[in-house]
């Protein structure tokens, strides 16, 4: 519990605008502990970019882009 919370906490915190988020906890290829989020996140430039997603790995977040 609050795993979604944490990570909406980070996206605040980097300034990040999300436009979309779509939370799949009924994924059957994913661990009980593990939930998928996809999201679309608007962005200020390329160097925004690159520290949103060094916050979200150094968070624990696997990426896809």
Do not use: W
Not at 2 to 9: I, V, Y
Not at 53 to 61: E, I, Q, R, V
């Amino acid at each position: 519990p609050g795993g979604l919370h944490t990570l909406l906490g980070l996206l605040a915190e980097q300034k990040a605008n999300i436009l979309s988020i779509q939370h799949e906890r009924l994924n059957p290829h994913a661990k009980v502990s593990h939930v998928e989020v996809d999201m679309i996140v608007e962005i200020f430039d390329d160097k925004h970019k690159e520290r949103l997603k060094k916050a979200l790995k150094d968070g624990g977040y696997p990426l896809e882009d």
